[in-house]
């Protein structure tokens, strides 16, 4: 398998991102501007801000790799807030269009205001107002609930033939922390003392702690040496040690205590029960790494026999699950959508975006929403969390 380039990937996504940002951004002025009427300097109020939020993104993700300084780091906060508003204003705009084609479409066969220039022109920037004035308050309400710590997301994993010894076994599950540009040190201290608190026998971290380099941000994650569980807190790469560095992070991530299975098993004892906990490789990283398979069939040869725990970054790594005979998969990735309409849109990408469900009749499958939020610091109706799993005997 070839490994394709990491620094021609982010290249291909950062064009991908600029060039769908260039055009909904003259699609948002044209719509502002247009039915409205505006004309003057009402018209540069409107492109003016437009043009700084469309230039704020390749900013933004030049300043990515300056992690860790003061201004490349203010570039970003100011970047995803801006980004974060622009995309509610867009959706917004995206669903004043289609009301505004439906109103046409009614016009066609009785009488509305919109066959009058001066009322069609009213209406027009009322709605437009109305977009602005959501998306805003949206904006800030997102805002408001991603800076808020997580909340703790409790469930009971109910097991067939589970190991007497196993009843009551506490896995504690943080996923895509993100620490980089907009979530820091300080963050990462109140999760691990949250989790502390629970007593965990087992902590999981499910990839995509970081966003950044070592050199920029490796202070940020000392924390993870604070971990207190009985047996050890454990770490899978996620697709954003990819384009970080993964052995870099890896590396480090080891040296606090925190054990990396990169498809691998470590088996534990505990009061005599065997459980088997493996982790593998994000579901994408052969496309970089090609010796990084993501494979749970791998990650558990030569296993005993005892309750299997697989930790893996994407839920699509489930299907590799099913044939390991894995009794619990724990993932992240989704973030639940994050905000509104990806809350809604996640679904069409994910088999499973968030919660615990029962695959195949054989195995539990569990997704957290993320424990803080990547880009964009908004969160709406789909909270950051932290999970406490307790294995049951059914």
Request: a negative charge; zero cysteines.
């Given at each position: 398998?070839?490994?394709?380039?990491?620094t021609r990937?982010?290249?291909?996504?950062?064009?991908?991102v600029t060039t769908f940002w260039l055009f909904t951004h003259i699609y948002v002025g044209w719509r502002l501007v247009k039915p409205s009427g505006l004309a003057g300097w009402r018209r540069l109020a409107v492109w003016g801000p437009l043009a700084l939020s469309f230039g704020l993104t390749p900013a933004t993700f030049f300043a990515m790799s300056h992690s860790g300084q003061a201004f490349a780091d203010a570039l970003q906060w100011l970047g995803f807030l801006s980004m974060g508003l622009f995309s509610l204003v867009l959706v917004g705009m995206w669903l004043r269009d289609l009301a505004w084609l439906a109103l046409l479409l009614v016009d066609r066969v009785v009488a509305t205001p919109l066959r009058d220039p001066a009322r069609r022109g009213f209406l027009a920037n009322a709605l437009n107002l109305g977009v602005l004035a959501v998306s805003g308050a949206m904006?800030?309400?997102?805002?408001?609930?991603?800076?808020?710590?997580?909340?703790?997301?409790?469930?009971?994993?109910?097991?067939?033939?589970?190991?007497?010894?196993?009843?009551?076994?506490?896995?504690?599950?943080?996923?895509?922390v993100h620490v980089?540009?907009?979530?820091?040190?300080p963050v990462l201290e109140r999760v691990v003392a949250a989790i502390n608190a629970l007593e965990p026998d087992l902590v999981a971290v499910t990839g995509d702690l970081v966003d950044g380099q070592v050199s920029g941000i490796g202070?940020?994650?000392?924390?993870?040496?604070d971990l207190r569980a009985t047996h050890g807190a454990f770490f899978v790469t996620g697709n954003?040690?990819?384009?970080?560095?993964?052995?870099?992070?890896?590396?480090?991530?080891?040296?606090?205590?925190?054990?990396?299975?990169?498809?691998e098993h470590r088996v534990l004892d505990h009061a005599g029960a065997a459980l088997i906990?493996?982790?593998?490789?994000?579901?994408?990283?052969?496309?970089?790494?090609?010796?990084?398979?993501?494979?749970?069939?791998?990650?558990?040869?030569g296993a005993p026999a005892g309750f299997r725990l697989l930790l893996a970054h994407q839920p699509r790594s489930y299907e590799l699950a099913l044939e390991a005979a894995v009794d619990l998969q724990i993932s992240g990735h989704t973030?639940?959508?994050?905000?509104?309409?990806?809350?809604?849109?996640?679904?069409?990408?994910?088999?499973?975006?968030?919660?615990?469900?029962?695959?195949?009749?054989?195995?539990?499958?569990?997704?957290?929403?993320?424990t803080t939020y990547w880009g964009p610091p908004i969160r709406l109706g789909a909270p950051q969390e932290i999970t406490k799993l307790v294995l049951r005997r059914a």
């Open positions: 398998m070839d490994a394709t380039n990491p990937m982010r290249v291909g996504f950062f064009l991908t904006a800030g309400l997102g805002y408001s609930q991603a800076v808020q710590d997580p909340d703790l997301e409790e469930h009971e994993v109910p097991v067939e033939g589970l190991d007497p010894a196993l009843d009551g076994f506490t896995i504690v599950q943080i996923s895509d980089g540009p907009t979530v820091r040190g202070p940020h994650i000392r924390a993870l040496a954003h040690e990819y384009y970080s560095g993964w052995e870099p992070w890896a590396k480090l991530v080891q040296s606090l205590g925190v054990e990396v299975l990169l498809d906990v493996g982790g593998v490789t994000d579901h994408s990283a052969a496309r970089t790494q090609p010796d990084h398979l993501g494979d749970a069939v791998l990650a558990f040869d973030h639940g959508g994050q905000y509104f309409p990806f809350t809604a849109l996640i679904h069409l990408a994910q088999p499973f975006s968030q919660g615990l469900h029962r695959v195949a009749d054989r195995m539990w499958l569990y997704v957290n929403r993320g």
